[in-house]
């Protein structure tokens, strides 16, 4: 007589797979009920004022500069050239430059300003102002400026533009040490040290 040989049908293998998945899903369910919570709390803080400033020129504010034509390599002219922060503005710091560009299209020339004995000029080329400027306050930066005697006969009858750059950072949290790289170590460590930590 012979022995016949059943199979599991599909069915009871769909039937075991299931129990073990709804096992496991316990298991699982099981694993994760520990006790816990979840807290959550939220507050509002308020920013500083802006940084705003502006350039001025003869004491009042412009939007672009007047100079005298033509000049000539090596030559003075008396310009009045300051910086100005109105109300409502965080403490900052400052540092500026002039910069020759020609209608000819030759390349940028630094040009030399005379500051008053508040801004020393960085090997970065950028005059740096010893001191703060906060709000409603008005700075002198330029007393003139001298055309430089490098320019040759390629620059004249050209149009030369004259572009004076100030920048204003916060002085709060270290700023410039991030931001202004290259400014002068001494006025750094003046104007914007870094903390001390104590062992």
Request: proline share 4%.
């Amino acid at each position: 007589m012979k022995k016949v040989k059943r199979g599991i049908s599909g069915s009871t293998v769909a039937i075991i797979t299931l129990t073990i998945l709804l096992l496991v899903s316990i298991g699982i369910g099981v694993a994760l009920a520990y006790f816990s919570n979840t807290a959550n709390v939220t507050g509002q803080v308020t920013l500083a004022d802006p940084i705003n400033i502006s350039i001025t020129q003869g004491g009042a504010s412009v939007s672009s500069l007047e100079f005298a034509e033509n000049v000539l390599p090596g030559q003075i002219f008396t310009q009045s050239i300051g910086v100005s922060a109105p109300q409502d503005t965080s403490t900052a710091l400052v540092r500026a430059k002039v910069i020759l560009t020609s209608s000819k299209g030759t390349d940028a020339t630094v040009a030399e300003a005379s500051t008053t004995a508040s801004w020393k000029k960085g090997t970065d080329d950028y005059y740096y102002y010893y001191g703060t400027l906060n709000e409603n306050q008005n700075i002198d930066f330029i007393s003139a400026i001298t055309i430089p005697t490098s320019l040759g006969n390629e620059y004249a009858n050209s149009t030369m533009t004259v572009q004076v750059i100030v920048e204003a950072i916060q002085q709060a949290n270290n700023a410039v040490n991030t931001v202004w790289t290259t400014a002068p170590t001494d006025w750094i460590n003046e104007y914007s040290p870094l903390p001390t930590t104590s062992e």
